[in-house]
């Protein structure tokens, strides 16, 4: 290639105008071609070999030394133009086997901790570059209201605030501040909009929720999303108010692109454009429902062939405004030139592996050291616990051996069906489900699962483990529990591991029931008898993709810890914690209910004439958003505004002391609530507007500053208006977003 014959290949140009250069070289074929992206795991190699000879604008799914194949077909043809190769790197690239898996979203939310979202970004984008890809399909700005629906894992839990700021840091980690660095790729925000609240938690079916309710409650994670400059956005595949996204003008074209200023372009999800025409029937043909969704916004067609040549035959018959193609063109390309496909070296891999020794240095940074540290500390702080009560006299956690630090024991049992299962540990979106399911897929690389953890940890502790598994998740030929019984009768202390497999949580795997299990509860209650009749604690370690009713596991046991899916050293980092050496500091992302009945429990909800109360079960979540325990104990002394008065666009500092009033060093999460006093509408009876951490010695006071901009204060109207009304809102301030945890102040708007 030669800036002389191909002129947009001069870096020293601006973007804008290197598009143009291009687009004036492009026929229409090429243009179109543009906007398909193929998925590799369903054509054949050979197909996948013509698509890239033809100038696909993306493959995804491609995997080892096949992206470099295809990438040099692509950039051998007459315009050259790189391929995007993107993949679902959903916590890590985990569909590489081998490559670094960090906690879920879900389970990353539980840190409250947006460097930590940032770095797992940082990682993870550098081992897809490894591999020769650009783009993740990632982070899922989705919310978990509805924990029937299967995703749940995937988001960053039930609050819009809490998943734009964890949701945005992974984009910086992702993205970078440099996009066009060696070692960035491509984000994508995900899935715009709504798409987790469809009917009956049921993937991918209708969201039944006004445009209101869109700008209130599932916009503003999206609004994150653009302000931290991501690139591209995922078009859900269900229908809102019966118009599926991916053929909603209003919110693709007009609210997301128009309205917001979104500069970057958006991708179809799987197949949405043929479901347009074989699921959702809005056209006779794919050229009807190909020329709906051109209108409606969507830039890339993500697995639906068969666009390209009803585009072509649109523009042939006149049906297709060619600007509009246009359009999506200049967005793709503009990202292409901005992430450097055309001029980075590293970004575009075209030679053999045995022409390129970078390639090998490549393979290293696969679970590298710096990696699995990142992957292991993540995991640490996304853990939490949820009690801790004292038995014989002692808190149950943490125990020791020969340190001292703790509850003193000598032998322990270890037993649960995901006490030592890597699968559930991982949970979705890795090798062992994607893109096609293969359960029985072995790792390449050591993981250290919980009974990994604890034997190596009671290994320097001189203590003894037994373990058995006690049940299975299915099938109750499998069940131990009589064995289970007589390991935990010989023990000081009992782990039991409770939650889902892989089949159970994920894509395409909601519960219309959230109860364990198998016979999980019998197998907890039935240890539960052994340990109280020596006095000895039962600790509950819950491995699990989302809130389940663990109300009989709560009752049985004197301390809970929730790891949801904690990745590669999920094991190392619940061991860590267990015998003391970290100190708990994972808050919920998300609320658990006692029976699935009582769904929703999420907790900013509209106030009722009854108080949310069911005649056959209590009002509150079994554990509440925010909620989670320390080894120390931490007491709020006062809340103080910097400001009593405010008016729109000021910003007001919460001011609040906080001291550790317990005995070791320990890091607290601050978290802000307000509540609208009187508004034209009916509001949520608490808000989240914002949180901070912070790390105390024990004995240690500080007063923790946290912004918080009056604008947030906001409402919509029914008519899609954001409005701030004068008048008075409580501002609170505490642990957790239960009210008997808050402080207050009042701060007036005028």
């Known amino acids: 290639m030669t800036t002389t014959s191909r002129p947009w290949l001069d870096s020293s140009l601006p973007v804008t105008e290197r598009v143009k250069l291009l687009m004036s070289a492009m026929t229409r074929e090429e243009k179109v071609a543009q906007m398909v992206q193929i998925s590799y795991s369903v054509v054949s190699e ?81 081992e897809v570059c490894a591999e020769g890809l650009h783009w993740t399909f990632s982070p899922v700005f989705c919310l978990g209201r509805d924990l ?29 501040k440099n996009p066009a660095d060696a070692d960035r790729i491509i984000a994508c925000a995900k899935h715009y909009i709504a798409y987790g609240e469809s ?68 991708v179809t999800d799987w197949s949405n454009v043929t479901s347009l025409l074989t699921r959702h029937s809005m ?158 897929a072995v790792p390449t690389f050591r993981v250290t699962t919980m009974l990994d953890g604890i034997r190596e940890a009671a290994k320097r502790e001189d203590i003894r483990v037994l373990y058995d598994k006690g049940c299975d998740i299915f099938d109750p030929a499998k069940n131990t529990i009589k064995k289970a019984c007589h390991i935990a009768a010989k023990a000081d202390a009992v782990f039991v591991a409770v939650g889902d497999t892989l089949v159970q949580t994920g894509e395409g795997h909601d519960r219309a029931n959230l109860a364990l299990s198998g016979a999980q509860d019998e197998l907890v209650e039935a240890i539960k008898s052994v340990c109280a009749k020596k006095e000895i604690p039962l600790i509950s370690i819950l491995v699990n993709g989302k809130p389940l009713e663990f109300s009989r596991v709560a ?14 050293l999920g094991g190392k980092a619940t061991a860590d914690i267990i015998f003391g050496l970290v100190n708990p500091s994972g808050r919920l992302p998300i609320s658990f209910p006692r029976t699935t009945g009582q769904l929703p429990v999420y907790y900013n909800q509209i106030p009722g004439w009854h108080e949310g109360r069911y005649f056959d079960c209590e009002a509150t979540p079994l554990f509440a958003f925010g909620e989670g325990l320390s080894y120390t104990t931490f007491r709020y002394d006062a809340i103080k505004l910097s400001s009593e008065r405010a008016r729109a666009g000021d910003t007001v500092d919460v001011l609040v002391t906080v001291t550790n009033a317990g005995n070791r060093e320990g890091t607290e999460t601050v978290q802000v609530y307000a509540t609208d006093r009187v508004a034209s509408i009916v509001t949520p009876v608490r808000e989240l507007k914002g949180f901070a951490q912070v790390t105390l010695a024990a004995g240690e006071t500080a007063t923790v500053r946290i912004p918080l901009p009056v604008d947030t204060l906001s409402i919509v109207t029914p008519e899609e208006k954001t409005v701030l009304e004068p008048g008075e809102f409580e501002i609170q301030a505490g642990h957790d977003s239960r009210p008997g945890s808050l402080l207050m102040a009042v701060l007036t708007v005028e």
């Not at 679902?88 to 930590?116: E, K, M």
């Not at 960053?156 to 910086?172: S, T």
């Open 555 to 568: 009752a049985a046991s004197d301390a809970i810890l929730e790891t949801f899916n904690s990745g590669t």
């Open 148 to 176: 029937r629906w299967g995703r749940i894992d995937e988001t960053f839990g039930e609050d819009p605030f809490l998943a734009g700021k964890m949701g945005a840091a992974a984009v910086r980690g992702y993205q970078g």
């Open 283 to 440: 056209g006779r043909d794919m050229k009807d429902v190909s020329k709906i969704a051109i209108d409606a916004g969507n830039d890339m067609i993500m697995t639906s062939p068969e666009f390209y040549e009803a585009t072509l035959a649109l523009l042939k018959d006149g049906l297709v405004d060619e600007s509009r193609i246009d359009e999506a063109v200049t967005r793709i390309l503009a990202i292409k030139f901005k992430v450097g496909l055309f001029d980075v070296k590293e970004k575009v891999k075209t030679l053999r592996i045995e022409d390129d020794p970078t390639a090998r240095d490549a393979e290293a940074v696969f679970g590298c050291p710096e990696h699995l540290d990142a992957s292991l500390d993540a995991a640490r702080k996304s853990i939490v616990l949820l009690k801790n009560d004292t038995v014989d006299g002692l808190p149950a956690l943490p125990i020791c051996g020969i340190s001292g630090k703790g509850r003193a024991v000598r032998t322990i049992a270890v037993i649960g069906p995901n006490a030592d299962s890597v699968r559930a540990q991982f949970g979705d979106w890795t090798f062992f489900t994607h893109p096609v399911p293969h359960l029985d």
């Open 46 to 126: 050979g197909d996948a070999d013509n698509w890239a000879r033809l100038g696909a604008g993306s493959f995804l799914h491609v995997l080892g030394n096949n992206a470099r194949r295809l990438q040099r077909l692509a950039t051998e043809n007459r315009l050259g133009i790189p391929v995007i190769f993107g993949i679902d790197a959903i916590h890590g690239h985990g569909i590489h086997n081998g490559a670094t898996i960090f906690p879920t979203q879900l389970a990353l939310a539980a840190s409250w901790n947006t460097s930590l979202a940032e770095k797992m970004g940082e990682v993870t984008a550098r």
């Open 199 to 266: 009917t009956g938690g049921r993937d991918s079916y209708d969201s039944s929720v006004s445009m209101r309710t869109i700008r209130d409650i599932f916009l503003p994670p999206f609004v994150e999303a653009i302000k931290a400059g991501c690139f591209t956005f995922m078009a859900g595949y269900e229908p809102v108010d019966r118009l599926p996204c991916s053929a909603n003008a209003k919110l693709l074209r007009g609210v997301l692109k128009e309205e917001l200023g979104f500069d970057g372009f958006v």
